[in-house]
């Protein structure tokens, strides 16, 4: 096992081995003969299916080989026990939409895009019990292929590399450069070709003018670049802003959207171009649009989960966003804005689309809040009329499916042991999936203790 530089899981099951502090519930990943019975929680299998009240799954190595209900499951000799009576189990989460590597603290900058930042930001998505996260469409250069190939402990790393807009025209500042910029079909597809090289997770294209201050990616080009993609077996999803723009990428092809129609209702004609396509996926990134949603502070903003990853300025800094000081036609008309967005997730919803949960942290909405904000998405989804357990199955399943994550998404025989203990049931209160009791990836608990030990013993983030 390698040992990386900042503790992830993978560093502090090495240093938990070597002191030989082992509770009984902690055991290195992947130990041999490693056989685990978790009995007694409330077992929320991340498919809409109605929990086990009371129930008993095995995991063998890092993998879930059966589930039941207690007493219904035979043991192994010499398996561990683990009681999780009182507790609730879900699958831990995927977000399908960040942005690594540009914030670090208060700051925001392309000088942060290094290997020990992303690295970090990883241990904390890792930390609040995300799976694994798609970076769409903002990596820069070589380095987030080589994190993904690397970077084998706690969540995965899945990376559009670099998605595709006009030139100067896609992700905000700071991170626009990372995006190409095309203006012919002839160079979408030589830069597809060359993307497609380096096996990107899925290809990210930007088609929103950002009210009429940039240019908006060209028909031809995004038909161009979904053609070519789809050549090399890779999907397209599309940050929009339009329900006209959504229109027409389906026209083209594309596979799915990085964010819902904000502009306008969806109306019929969308509905029925996406009966006739049933994977079409919406990542509906609600964090983003937060301010507006909340209307003013939410009660999350004073609980400790917050201190645990973040400084006081980090906190500070999210918490007067939501004071704002906007004047009252300007907070009306966010506020309808806000209104058809949660109403349009509602109709997609209710029509059977296929619902994913993005939260754009990292990028210019998003801000630093890695793993938090996937939490308080699932939140914003049942704002948006989802009930608690329709936002975890677009939380777990759903954006697994998304990412082609086939082990992950549900808490299933033959999927990877990845999953959150909580103290209190998310199916009463979407907000508990923030009680994180403990947090299990790839069989092995996430030694969180150590993490926030990390965070907390370096000087102020700057
Ligand atoms: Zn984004």
Redesign the pocket.
């Given at each position: 096992m390698r040992v990386r530089s900042t503790i992830g899981i993978g560093a502090v099951a090495v240093v938990v081995a070597a002191v030989g502090t082992l509770s009984a519930i902690v055991q290195p990943p992947r130990a041999p003969g490693a056989i685990t019975v978790f009995e007694g929680a409330r077992l929320i299998v991340g498919d809409g299916s109605r929990p086990i009240e009371d129930s008993a799954f095995l995991v063998e190595h890092d993998r879930i080989t059966r589930i039941a209900a207690k007493g219904g499951l035979q043991a192994p000799r010499g398996a561990r026990r683990v009681d999780l009576s009182g507790k609730t189990v879900m699958p831990a989460l995927v977000d399908a939409?960040?942005?690594l590597g540009y914030r670090k603290g208060l700051t925001f900058t392309a000088a942060n895009y290094t290997r020990e930042n992303l690295l970090d930001i990883l241990d904390r998505f890792t930390y609040y019990g995300v799976a694994a996260i798609l970076e769409?469409?903002?990596g820069r250069g070589e380095l987030p292929f080589q994190v993904r190939a690397d970077a084998r402990s706690g969540a995965r790393y899945l990376t559009a590399g670099r998605g595709f807009a006009m030139p100067n025209a896609g992700?905000g500042v700071p991170m626009r450069d990372a995006a190409y910029g095309v203006t012919t079909e002839a160079e979408a597809r030589e830069k597809v070709r060359e993307l497609a090289g380096k096996k990107p997770d899925l290809i990210?294209i930007w088609v929103d003018d950002r009210n009429e201050t940039v240019e908006k990616l060209k028909p031809n080009l995004y038909r161009a670049i979904i053609d070519e993609a789809h050549t090399h077996g890779v999907r397209v999803m599309a940050?929009i802003a339009t329900l006209e723009d959504a229109k027409d990428l389906l026209r083209a092809g594309v596979d799915g959207f990085?964010?819902a129609v904000r502009d306008r209702d969806v109306d019929d004609e969308l509905l029925a171009m996406l009966r006739q396509r049933r994977d079409v996926f919406f990542v509906v990134?609600l964090w983003?649009e937060r301010n507006a949603i909340y209307q003013g502070p939410p009660a999350w903003i004073d609980e400790p989960i917050l201190r645990e990853t973040l400084s006081a300025g980090e906190i500070k800094q999210l918490a007067d966003a939501f004071l704002t000081a906007a004047s009252p036609a300007t907070l009306q008309r966010s506020l309808e804005n806000a209104e058809r967005l949660l109403r349009n997730v509602a109709t997609l919803n209710a029509a059977g689309v296929k619902l994913g949960l993005?939260t754009?942290t990292g990028?210019?909405t998003?801000g630093g809040y890695f793993g938090l904000a996937s939490h308080v998405e699932l939140e914003l989804l049942v704002k948006a009329g989802l009930t608690p357990a329709q936002a975890i199955v677009a939380a777990t399943r759903n954006s697994a499916d998304i990412l082609g994550l086939d082990r992950l998404g549900t808490v299933a025989p033959g999927k990877s042991a990845d999953f959150l203990v909580l103290d209190a049931n998310p199916l009463d209160n979407i907000g508990n999936t923030r009680k994180i009791s403990k947090v299990y990836m790839k069989g092995a608990e996430v030694d969180r203790a150590a993490m926030k030990t990390k965070w907390a013993g370096r000087a102020p983030r700057p």
């Open positions: 939409h960040v942005h769409a469409g903002t992700p990210k940050h990085a964010h990134t983003g993005g754009d990028g210019v998003g």
